[in-house]
């Protein structure tokens, strides 16, 4: 099963191009963030719910030292991401993985109290479609970080 969150938040980020919003920036960790120069209409927001199955919440406004209004930051996570989050976690428990965190943005973190095996990475990389890209002991908390993009 693929990691979704790049092609969701490509498919946020180009429908909002599409309706002329001005992006600062976005990014996916576990739901999709993204800033705006601009407020988002209220029609535009029912239509994002109908077409991403989501609501697309404003987190945050930025404001100048006057309290002019300059940027939105909103957030989502549509069901699709949600499913897929679920499915991992889900996944790892069952094939008995000793993890203590998954983190999903456009690569997979996986937080293990002890080094996997070359059979369980092998695994892995095999039902997620990615590839192992580095891994961190970290000695002080006898935990292991990897890192699959």
């Known amino acids: 099963m693929k990691n979704p969150s790049n092609k969701i938040e490509n498919d946020i980020v180009n429908w909002l191009k599409s309706k002329l919003y001005e992006l600062d920036y976005s990014y996916a960790v576990s739901g999709i963030h993204i800033k705006l120069n601009q407020k988002i209409s209220d029609d535009d927001l029912e239509e994002f719910e109908k077409l991403f199955?989501?609501?697309?919440v404003?987190?945050?406004v930025y404001c100048n030292q006057f309290g002019n209004e300059y940027g939105y930051k909103y957030y989502c996570c549509p069901y699709e991401l949600v499913k897929f989050e679920s499915y991992l976690r889900n996944w790892?428990?069952?094939?008995?993985f000793p993890?203590?965190?998954?983190?999903?943005c456009d690569d997979i973190s996986l937080s293990c109290y002890e080094r996997l095996s070359d059979n369980q990475i092998k695994e892995f990389e095999e039902e997620?479609?990615?590839n192992l890209l580095k891994y961190e002991i970290l000695c002080g908390f006898k935990k292991v970080k990897y890192k699959f993009v």
């Open 92 to 96: 790892v428990i069952n094939h008995d």
């Open 53 to 56: 199955g989501d609501d697309l």
């Open 128 to 130: 997620f479609e990615v």
């Open 58 to 60: 404003l987190k945050e």
């Open 99 to 104: 993890y203590s965190f998954v983190i999903v």
